[in-house]
């Protein structure tokens, strides 16, 4: 197995801003893309957010873009997402995902369990 | 944005019935296809990939098909833990999308 465990999530109000962290261990991070995929209550998967294993390239979703920020941090095997200008639509479950194949996008091998995030006043 | 539809949304079988599951897309998306299984309270799984490629470990009822815009996902017969919801996802273009799912219930 390849744990994924995602952290930080919780309530914030609309406006606000949160960051979330995957730590990953079992496998060589640094050669793998890792995505951020939401599912709001009762809703489908929507992807956000891609950064591919060097950190330098990124991807994101039209409705994250210029709101959601993806990074790594190699050393630590950890993935984050912050999240600024926080909506009420924002709410959901935030899953980290590793990329099956070295060097591609998806698909998605590996997921964490996922992390509610909450946005209400 | 590539557009994935998948239909049925609901599709209500028996145990030992064959299940099959169709994903469109509104361009080409070439074999860059995959199809994942999600139970209630649960991650998804990733089934098939690269349109008809099994994943580690899933059993050989689970089979996929198609290329270009039109994919298929064949249970060739329904086990009890098989009744879940089925998303298909592109990687052909960016952004990543995936389709809105197929819900398979027990009739």
């Known amino acids: 197995e390849v744990p994924l465990v995602e952290s930080g999530g919780g309530l914030v109000q609309p406006g606000g801003s949160l960051r979330l962290s995957c730590a990953a261990s079992?496998?060589?991070?640094?050669?793998?893309?890792m995505s951020w995929v939401r599912q709001a209550p009762g809703k489908g998967l929507e992807w956000l957010s891609l950064?591919?294993?060097?950190?330098?390239?990124?991807h994101y979703a039209d409705s994250v873009k210029g709101r959601f920020t993806i990074s790594r941090d190699n050393s630590k095997s950890t993935l984050y997402l912050q999240m600024n200008s926080l909506r009420a639509e924002d709410t959901a479950v935030y899953f980290c995902?590793?990329?099956?194949?070295?060097?591609?996008?998806?698909?998605?091998?590996?997921w964490g369990q996922g992390t509610l995030v909450t946005v209400s006043s | 944005e590539i557009v994935l539809t998948q239909f049925p949304a609901t599709l209500s079988l028996s145990p030992g019935e064959r299940a099959t599951l169709s994903c469109r897309a509104s361009?080409?998306?070439?074999?860059?296809l995959a199809w994942y299984q999600q139970k209630p309270g649960q991650s998804p799984r990733l089934l098939i990939y690269?349109?008809?490629n099994r994943a580690t470990g899933i059993p050989a009822r689970f089979s996929g098909s198609g290329s270009g815009t039109d994919f298929t996902l064949t249970i060739s017969s329904l086990e009890p833990e098989d009744f879940a919801v089925y998303y298909c996802?592109?990687?052909?273009?960016?952004?990543?999308?995936f389709g809105g799912g197929t819900k398979v219930e027990i009739k």
């Open positions: 079992g496998f060589t991070f640094s050669s793998y893309a």
């Open positions: 690269d349109a008809s």
């Open positions: 950064i591919f294993g060097s950190g330098e390239t990124t």
């Open positions: 996802q592109q990687r052909n273009n960016w952004p990543l999308t």
């Open positions: 361009q080409s998306v070439s074999s860059y």
């Open positions: 995902a590793k990329a099956k194949i070295s060097g591609s996008s998806s698909p998605f091998d590996f």
